[in-house]
């Protein structure tokens, strides 16, 4: 099993992913951290309490992070995502507590007390909690499994700015640092998340298992699909975060290669584009991350529909 600690701003596809995380008997998650990004901090957190309610699951650990990125002011997504970031179902108000430790804290103490090499790191948001506890405590970086991140582009440059992913854009002062720290890094960009969209099938499959959490997903994914639908003309929307967690349960549905990515800081018209080496021999800097580039789309619904049918 894998120990997880998933950092996330929910977010439809956020709860998706953390949904499948719970619902998975390889991952072991820790403990949950908030940060600032689709919505505010305090909208983020309450949704991650939300989930795990939703899941069964209220001893899971939520943690409020960072409540804005190290540099720029906070950008949100309220037009993808709604106005609570959780548009869709109707939950409930969460009962289950915040933790009272700060989120970068618990990141900290969680990295220094485990075995070195066994805790992996799930961002689904801005990198902001991820940097501020590599600044806190540069000794974690070397005993950090790996992260598994959602973020940036390839060919698929960018859907806030021609050139830039939602995630690394907010906080892109926090991405470079995550990219240039050393820590193994597994990059899910806009070029698989594009394919793995939900179509009015994938979304009945939620719907007919005629549980509280196969309705609520199907609802989150009905309101999250209409935004792609009308805007970029596609059948469905893209389940961007629950790639991260479904890489660790099935690494084979996804493909890729090791490359250098650089995160572009200065630029307004690039800021927060993902600079990456993809042929390794334009640059000599190192290969820091390995960027997926295509996922098995069936075979990824396939496991996801099975595993939310356990919960
Ligand atoms: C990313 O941005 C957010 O809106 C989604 O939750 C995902 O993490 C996609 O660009
Ligand atoms: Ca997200």
């Known amino acids: 099993t894998h120990k997880i600690i ?12 953390i949904l499948l995380a719970l619902a998975s008997p390889e991952l072991e998650v820790l403990g949950i951290t908030a940060v600032a990004g689709n919505v505010p901090l305090a909208l983020t957190e ?9 899941a069964g ?15 720029r002011p906070l950008v949100t997504a309220e037009h993808v995502h709604g106005r609570t970031g959780l548009d869709g179902p109707d ?35 801005p990198l902001t909690n991820i940097a501020l506890a590599m600044i806190r405590e540069p000794a974690i970086v070397s ?12 060919f698929e440059q960018g859907n806030v700015t021609p050139s830039a992913e939602f995630n690394i854009y907010v906080d892109p002062h926090a991405a470079d640092i995550v990219f240039s720290s050393g820590a193994p890094i597994v990059m899910m960009p806009l070029d698989v998340t594009h394919k793995a969209l939900t179509t009015q099938s994938r979304i009945d499959a939620f719907r007919s298992m005629g549980t509280k959490v196969g309705t609520a997903t199907a609802q989150l994914l009905d309101f999250f699909e209409r935004y792609d639908e009308e805007k970029y003309g596609t ?4 389940l961007h975060d629950p790639c991260v967690i479904a890489y660790l349960i099935k690494p084979e549905l996804f493909s890729g290669r090791q490359c250098n990515v650089a995160i572009e800081t200065i630029s307004e018209l690039t800021m927060g584009a993902t600079v990456i080496d993809w042929w390794g021999i334009v640059t000599d800097r190192p290969k820091n991350a390995l960027v997926m580039l295509d996922i098995d789309h ?3 619904f396939a496991l996801l529909t099975e595993r939310l049918g356990r919960l």
């Open 46 to 54: 309450k949704n991650a309490r939300k989930i795990c309610e939703l």
């Open 6 to 17: 998933i950092d996330t701003d929910p977010g439809q596809d956020d709860a998706v992913a």
């Open 235 to 238: 059948d469905g929307g893209p």
């Open 298 to 300: 069936d075979g990824f």
């Open 91 to 125: 939950l409930p108000e969460p009962s289950m507590k915040l933790e009272p430790q700060h989120g970068v804290d618990f990141i900290v103490e969680t990295l220094m007390r485990e075995p070195e090499g066994t805790v992996t790191l799930c961002p689904l948001g």
């Open 57 to 71: 699951k209220p001893q899971t650990r939520v943690f409020a992070g960072a409540v804005r990125p190290l540099m």
């Open 143 to 154: 005993r950090i499994a790996k992260i598994v991140l959602m973020g940036g582009g390839y």
